[in-house]
């Protein structure tokens, strides 16, 4: 009885120890899988976010630019208007000013737009409109500004492209980065000259400048037909 006693006890501890391994090694596994799975997804989400090409803000457009100049290397791009065409070329060396041009006209945001301003003999300024789209881009970035990149032998002749931007409370003559003008005076316009960031230049469509100067326009210089256009990069 005793000996048979003492087996009983043997026999229900060691039912007892496999049960209570078995218990441990099934909630290692769980805890193990679980752990894997929530690794897996948070590396999904980081790759998202690195993945993500459109993170511009207003707290990283030189960071932004720089980098986004390196992969986009276009530097031709074409107005197209219902006068005709203006082929541009974009400056290398004006970096900043460049790659943010391609960007913009890659998102299409220039193709809400219109030419809204025409000054006889001065220039040809575009870039902006009461379109959804185009406001819902402007605020997307938080109105970003870009810092100038004046140089010497970046001047205001006939035909250079260059950035508007606000005369008040813009000691640093930062850019207004959608809006841009055309200088349509053959004797150019000088005196901007460090004043505004040129970035590019007219290589054809001179002609279609000539016509987009002879529309009628108002006291405040605005068309009085609105002159749409879209953006396209070429070789």
């Known amino acids: 009885m005793k000996k048979f006693t003492t087996l009983f006890l043997l026999i229900v501890l060691y039912t007892f120890f496999q049960c209570k391994k078995e218990v441990v090694v099934k909630e290692k596994f769980i805890n193990t899988d679980t752990i894997f799975t929530k690794k897996e997804s948070q590396k999904k989400e980081i790759k998202q976010v690195q993945k993500r090409w459109d993170s511009l803000n207003k707290e990283n457009v030189n960071n932004f630019f720089t980098a986004y100049g390196?992969?986009?290397?276009?530097?031709?791009?074409?107005?197209?208007?219902?006068?005709?065409?203006?082929?541009?070329?974009?400056?290398?060396?004006?970096?900043?000013?460049?790659?943010?041009?391609?960007?913009?006209?890659?998102?299409?945001?220039?193709?809400?737009?219109?030419?809204?301003?025409?000054?006889?003999n001065f220039v040809i300024q575009g870039g902006n409109s009461d379109e959804t789209y185009t406001q819902n881009q402007r605020r997307l970035y938080g109105n970003y500004t870009l810092d100038p990149e004046f140089k010497k032998h970046r001047?205001?002749?006939?035909?250079?492209?260059?950035?508007t931007?606000?005369?008040?409370?813009?000691?640093?003559?930062?850019?207004?980065?959608?809006?841009?003008?055309?200088?349509?005076?053959?004797?150019?316009?000088?005196?901007?000259?460090?004043?505004?960031?040129?970035?590019?230049?007219?290589?054809?469509?001179?002609?279609?400048?000539?016509?987009?100067?002879?529309?009628?326009?108002?006291?405040?210089?605005?068309?009085?037909e609105d002159i749409r256009m879209t953006i396209e990069i070429i070789d």
């Not at 992969?71 to 074409?78: R, T």
């Not at 205001?156 to 260059?162: I, M, N």
Request: net charge positive; hydrophobic share 35%.
């Open 70 to 120: 390196k992969q986009h290397l276009e530097n031709k791009v074409i107005i197209k208007t219902k006068f005709g065409n203006i082929k541009i070329r974009l400056y290398d060396d004006v970096p900043i000013h460049r790659a943010n041009f391609i960007f913009l006209t890659k998102i299409k945001y220039f193709n809400t737009t219109e030419i809204y301003r025409v000054a006889k």
């Open 155 to 163: 001047t205001h002749k006939y035909g250079a492209l260059a950035a």
């Open 165 to 224: 931007r606000e005369w008040e409370n813009n000691p640093y003559k930062k850019s207004n980065p959608f809006e841009f003008y055309i200088v349509h005076s053959r004797s150019g316009a000088h005196h901007l000259n460090n004043e505004h960031t040129v970035f590019g230049e007219v290589i054809a469509g001179f002609d279609t400048m000539d016509k987009i100067s002879k529309v009628p326009v108002g006291r405040d210089e605005w068309p009085t």
